[in-house]
């Protein structure tokens, strides 16, 4: 087990291996495919180790959301952990991701993220100092000019925002 949440590390990662770790450890959202990550202007992704073992993965893209600006914005798109990780892992990794794309994406302003109502409360971003701004009141995004397969989740999320 994991003694302290400063034993892990953080290392960007290709996409097609943090879309499959993803759907190991995700509580709720496990299909993302990579194809969606890398066509996007800007992207990067990251595992989190202890020792040589990968226990957590995080997807950051350009936002899903058309309307944020993809030139000074960058999305949480998931983070996934394994059960080893202890308390605070998500906080501390969340913190050391934000140190490591401040320096590969100087352009950035603002960073955002969406919380599931229904499976979790936004501590992780509470306690990083983010701002919560919107919440959406759920429902499918299918429309007749862009038609989904598969709706995942349609319940209410907040939208959390962290100013680079």
Known sequence: MIESVKDITIE??????AC?????????LPDIHWSNVVRNKKYVCYVFKYK???????IWSSPVARRLDPLTTLELRRMALSDVCPKNTATYTLSQMIKSIRVKFNDLTKLISYQDTE?????IYKAANWTETITNPGGEWSSPSRPRDKVQTSVPKVRW???L
Do not use: D
């Not at 040589?52 to 995080?58: C, S």
């Not at 499976?119 to 501590?123: A, E, F, L, R, W």
């Open 52 to 58: 040589q073992a990968i226990v957590g993965t995080a």
């Open 12 to 17: 960007e990662t290709r996409a097609q291996i």
């Open 20 to 28: 499959m770790l993803n759907e190991l450890w995700h509580s709720r």
């Open 161 to 163: 925002e962290y100013s």
């Open 119 to 123: 499976v979790h409360s936004g501590t």
